[in-house]
């Protein structure tokens, strides 16, 4: 369910909370939609548990006037949050269980003050929001659900898993945490095969089902231990101190973002950046630096110097006969 139909069931929820009955006709007219959309729209209600009645007599519905809890106490700036949060964040490839969603934005939003709704929506449609593209969540529903009750009840999962590059893995994962990371969902727990705990993404499970299995958790897991210092995700065995120098052309853009936790900043007097992190491992970091080009130099570690220079020069290979 995209946002702009989701304003329109509100509006159609809207219509018919007014205490008057409405033909099908009077809500194709107020909503500018066809019969059909109408139709549609009232079968999304019944299944949000909406409880609208039809007049046969009269031909028009109307929704009983007890459904609704008395409007909530919402600030202006509090409603404005909620809205913007609801229609414009919640997508289909961030949230698995989009639909189930959809259904408590309608419940939530109709419990609002109609006046203040009104006038938030008005501000929440000249708002938008540009995300990152993101891993698709076609298919995932399931095992994402799945994943959840094992996660609460503690019970062992089968996997299948199909790395991108290596074959595919045969696993019993006891699942301790699910989150979602960059541009998917992943589940972390600990592995049998591995004997050690491991991430794995959602979207390449070619199968999960649960055993009934269950494991026992000996402390609470911290995702933030588990990562300890990654750049992002993919920690490495040894912590390292890496001092970056950036151009004047990217300093801006670089030093208004907080990438890492432990980063800190200090321009010089041409007015290029210093940018020092503690990182648990250079790999996953170094692709982050290529992607600055020429417009970055590493100073510190040596290793990660050497790392991007080879990667440098296998990319000069590539475009040598352009040059």
């Given at each position: 369910m995209n946002t702009s139909r989701v304003?329109?069931?509100?509006k159609l929820l809207t219509a018919l909370h007014s205490g008057g009955a409405l033909s099908v006709d009077d809500l194709s007219r107020k909503m500018a939609v066809n019969r059909r959309t109408i139709f549609r729209d009232l079968s999304i209600l019944e299944q949000a548990g909406v409880p609208f009645q039809y007049d046969r007599d009269e031909k028009r519905y109307k929704i009983r006037q007890d459904y609704f809890i008395p409007p909530i106490s919402f600030s202006l700036e509090e409603c404005l949050a909620?809205?913007?949060?609801?229609?414009?964040?919640?997508?289909?490839?961030?949230?698995?269980?989009?639909t189930a969603a959809?259904?408590?934005?309608?419940k939530l939003e109709s419990a609002l003050p109609h006046d203040l709704r009104e006038h938030c929506q008005g501000i929440v449609d000249k708002m938008d929001l540009t995300m990152s593209p993101l891993s698709s969540s076609d298919g995932q529903r399931d095992h994402f659900e799945m994943l959840q009750r094992a996660t609460v009840q503690q019970r062992k999962v089968v996997i299948k898993y199909e790395p991108p590059d290596k074959p595919a893995i045969d696993d019993r994962?006891?699942?301790?945490?699910?989150?979602?990371?960059?541009?998917?969902?992943?589940?972390?727990?600990?592995?049998?095969?591995?004997?050690?705990?491991?991430?794995?993404?959602?979207?390449?499970?070619?199968?999960?089902?649960?055993l009934e299995e269950y494991f026992v958790v000996d402390e609470p897991f911290s995702l933030a231990e588990y990562f300890g210092n990654a750049w992002?995700?993919?920690r490495g065995d040894e912590r390292n101190h890496v001092k970056l120098k950036f151009t004047p052309k990217v300093a801006t853009n670089v030093e208004e973002v907080l990438w890492h936790r432990t980063q800190q900043t200090t321009r010089c007097d041409d007015d290029s950046l210093i940018f020092e992190v503690d990182v648990d491992g250079i790999n996953e970091l170094s692709w982050w630096i290529l992607g600055y080009g020429d417009q970055v130099e590493v100073l510190e570690p040596p290793e990660l110097r050497a790392l991007i220079s080879q990667r440098a020069g296998r990319m000069c290979g590539i475009y040598a006969d352009s040059v």
């Open positions: 304003q329109r069931i509100l909620l809205m913007f949060v609801t229609q414009k964040m919640l997508r289909p490839d961030l949230a698995p269980d989009f959809s259904r408590a934005v309608i994962l006891h699942p301790l945490h699910l989150a979602f990371i960059n541009r998917g969902w992943y589940v972390i727990g600990h592995s049998e095969r591995d004997r050690a705990v491991r991430t794995f993404k959602i979207e390449r499970l070619a199968e999960c089902r649960p992002q995700m993919i």
